[in-house]
């Protein structure tokens, strides 16, 4: 085929410039190749690693059509002998490679790396692991897009929208979730005729840290009352979250085991096993661990991550914490003093003000005074 260029006009000229228009090369398409056409091509030609002459001919031609695909316009697969190619093949495996998986490198062909990261992708996340990317896996993609994180350029770009926000806790939103209630008692331990529940337990934690979050300038939102009706299920806690733009959510718990001995602290947060992770997720989990274990003298357990729902589908930095093992004798002495649960408490606290330092800012574990924590963020101590 003859090369289109400068000075030709009709359809094959209008596609090209809407193409281009596209990609914002060019700002309004059009059926002439006029000279802001040409410089268009080349700026095209030379992202592309294409002699940059400021013609269209075949092989620029099929770049073009390739970057006409935005990802999620068509469902991508894995096709037999003509693979697909196109922006969209790119954007998806730059995504898959940021968040881990091994797709090659980003070259813009769906081939058989792509698919098998794909299909490892989808099992993660709970869907039918066919390999190819539709509206379903698309929609997975969206809802993660956010927190799902294993590269370091991703790492980079959260903690600075963190840093961005300054570290004071004024008009932060933090969800408080206090696991179980209604018909769910959770763990349930009988101490002559009084019985304790995780559910009474970890919503009289909830309420003490909104107290103590509210007085440092905190909005705070409980995901439940003292005593609902029902049980809300994890998803609709995530959604409660994520309808509220919360900054930070916590979900309060305790353990249980059948041999008496098992006790101490542990913190969830989102990740699989393939190494995915929720980057702030992790870190708000290990200050959460390390304040925990500090303050109280709890055994430390450390953090985990966890593919939960509750941790999946929240799109702020979310940890679950189980502060203790009701069945353990030697825990329960202590989580049923509310002395001890306020230590809790300022470790929690503690915690979350820590979160919104930046990293090479933060202070050692134990060490932030939360009773004076108001007076301080008042007084612009802890001002950036
Ligand atoms: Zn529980």
């Known amino acids: 085929m003859r090369p289109i260029r400068p000075g030709d006009r009709g359809p094959a000229v209008t596609e090209i410039r809407a193409v281009l228009t596209g990609l914002d090369l060019l700002t309004a398409p059009g059926d002439e190749f006029d000279a802001a056409t040409e410089r268009a091509v080349r700026a095209f030609q030379q992202s592309r690693g294409l002699s940059a002459d400021g013609r269209v001919g075949a092989e620029t031609w099929r770049a073009l059509d390739a970057a006409r695909w935005r990802l999620g316009a ?4 894995h096709a037999v002998p003509d693979p697909l190619i196109g922006e969209d093949v790119r954007s998806l495996q730059e995504r898959l490679l940021e968040m881990g998986y091994d797709v090659g490198g980003a070259d813009a062909v769906y081939g058989v790396r792509t698919s098998r990261a794909v299909a490892q992708f989808q099992r993660e996340v709970g869907l039918k692991p066919d390999g190819s990317c539709g509206p379903y896996t698309m929609g997975a993609l ?3 897009g956010r927190k799902v994180v294993g590269g370091r350029p991703q790492w980079l770009r959260e903690s600075d929208a963190i840093r961005q926000s300054g570290p004071t806790l004024v008009g932060r939103t933090v969800v408080i979730d206090p696991g179980h209630g209604g018909t769910d008692p959770g763990v349930v331990v009988a101490d002559g005729t009084l019985r304790w529940t995780e559910a009474d337990l970890v919503h009289d934690l ?3 840290l909104e107290g103590r979050l509210a007085a440092a300038g905190v909005r705070v ?3 439940r009352g003292p005593a609902p009706r029902t049980c809300l299920p994890d998803i609709d806690r995530a959604e409660l979250a994520n309808s509220l733009g919360a900054d930070v959510f916590i979900s309060l718990h305790t353990d249980g085991h059948a041999n008496p001995a098992a006790d101490g602290v542990a913190t969830y947060h989102y990740g699989t096993d393939n190494g995915v992770t929720s980057a702030t997720g992790e870190r708000l989990a290990g200050l959460v661990q390390r304040e ?4 109280t003298g709890l055994r430390d357990c450390r953090t985990h991550a966890k593919a ?5 589908l929240t799109r702020m930095p979310a940890v679950r914490v189980e502060v203790g093992y009701l069945t353990s004798p030697q825990d329960w ?3 049923v003093d509310p002395r001890f649960r306020d230590r809790i408490v300022e470790a929690l606290v503690a915690a979350v003000q820590r979160m919104f330092f930046p990293v090479e800012r933060d202070v050692p574990t134990g060490s932030i005074d939360v009773s004076a924590l108001r007076a301080v963020v008042a007084a612009g101590a802890v001002r950036d």
């Open 221 to 223: 939102q409980l995901t």
């Open 308 to 312: 939960w729902d509750l941790l999946r």
């Open 74 to 77: 068509r469902t991508l697969y």
């Open 206 to 208: 909830a309420s003490r």
């Open 333 to 335: 002495a202590r989580l």
């Open 292 to 295: 925990i274990v500090a303050r």
């Open 142 to 144: 969206r809802r993660l």
